[in-house]
C-alpha cells in the first residue's frame, strides 16, 4: 500500500476536524472535531510506522498514548462542557465568557459585569 492512501485522508479528517472547531459554536460539536483531528494524527502516525519498518513500533506506540491522552481529554472536557451548560443554560461557545465576569448583562433581571459596581453602593462610593 502507497503511503499517499493514509496520508490523503489524514489531511481530509485534520482538515474536517480544523473547519469544526473553527466554524461550530457547540463547545460538544468542538469537542469531537478535536477528536477527529487526534485520529488524523494517530492514523499519521501508524501509517509512517508501516511505511519506516520500525521495529520498535514507536507510531504504534505514540498512538496509544495519544488515545489514552485524548480519552482524557474528552472526559474533562465533557464534564466542563456540561458543568456550564448547567450552570449558565447554554453550551455556545460565542456566548459563554470567562466565569470570572459574572452573567451577561443582556439576560433580563440579571446583572452583568459593568453593573456589579451600580448594584453594590458601598464599591461605587
Not at 492514523?43 to 511505511?51: G, H, K, M, P, S
Not at 489514552?68 to 453550551?91: F, H, P, Q, W
Request: aromatic letters at 6%.
Amino acid at each position: 500500500m502507497h503511503l499517499a492512501y493514509p496520508a490523503v485522508l489524514a489531511a481530509l479528517l485534520f482538515c474536517t476536524g480544523l473547519y469544526g472547531v473553527l466554524a461550530r459554536r457547540n463547545a460538544i460539536l468542538v469537542l469531537m472535531s478535536v477528536e477527529l483531528m487526534l485520529n488524523a494524527v494517530n492514523l499519521n502516525l501508524v501509517a509512517f510506522d508501516v511505511w519506516l519498518r520500525d521495529t520498535l513500533h514507536a507510531g504504534q506506540a505514540l498512538t496509544l498514548f495519544t488515545i489514552a491522552i485524548a480519552a482524557a481529554e474528552i472526559g474533562i472536557g465533557l464534564a466542563i462542557v456540561l458543568m456550564v451548560y448547567r450552570n449558565r443554560g447554554t453550551s455556545d461557545v460565542d456566548k459563554l465568557r470567562d466565569t470570572a465576569e459574572g452573567r451577561e448583562p443582556d439576560q433580563p433581571g440579571l446583572p452583568g459585569p459593568a453593573d456589579e459596581t451600580a448594584a453594590r453602593p458601598e464599591v461605587a462610593a
